[in-house]
């Protein structure tokens, strides 16, 4: 098996970070559950980067992932987050962007397997909005998944992972628990011995007045300056697995 991981931030692993920061996150762990039921014989690359719109992804990402040779055996799709993300976000273009990748995938004999992201929303500023967006964007995908006989995994229904406990300290991407989760329902899917996992519940925490200020300060006032200056948190960024590796099981 030759699996190859294109997308955001989501699947690039970023809230998941190693102890040398680098990000880790559900595709690595996916790699290594089909390493672990493969025997072992798995060669992984994970093309994602983080701040990706969908264009690029299903452009440039994919067109990497194409030319490996050898040629891969499988690979997942998510974005459209950070489009949703944008005013003027426009659900046909992506959706039609989206169906490009499966019949290219399609016409080169790759099985794809699409995701949608988990949904942030409950804990975000204008959370409402962005739910509604990618709500729609959700059942658009997963409509043309069925309509191509592909697997879906829908992260953005699984209500566990709405739960705080899985994202960090941005709100807006999953920690190690909400992407050993994800990992999970991917496995599950592929009939690869995947994982339910679950944190314990606790009592929910409440939101103080300075927390809140730190939030605003550290994660949404840069947001909101780069999408001013026009710059994205993965600018001069690198695939982290441009070619293939050998997945550890």
Known sequence: MRYVAIGDSFTEGMGDERPDGTPRGWADLVAAGL???????VQYANFAIRGRLLEPIVTTQLDAALALTPLPTLITLNG????MMRRGSDLHRLVDL?????????????????LSGADPSEHLPFGKVLRERAAQLTEAVRELTLRHDLLFVNCFGDIELRRAAYWSGDRLHLNAHGHRRVAGLVLTALDAAGEDY????????GRRLLAEARYYREHVLPWVARRLRGT????????KYPDWTAAAG
């Not at 390493?35 to 072992?40: D, I, K, P």
């Open 80 to 83: 459209g987050g950070n489009d």
């Open 198 to 205: 679950r944190v314990p519940a606790a009592a929910p925490a």
């Open 232 to 239: 994205s948190s993965g600018d001069g960024r690198a695939a």
């Open 98 to 114: 989206t169906e490009r990748a499966v019949l290219r995938c399609a016409d080169a004999g790759v099985r794809l397997v699409v």
């Open 35 to 41: 390493a672990a039921a493969h025997g072992g014989d």
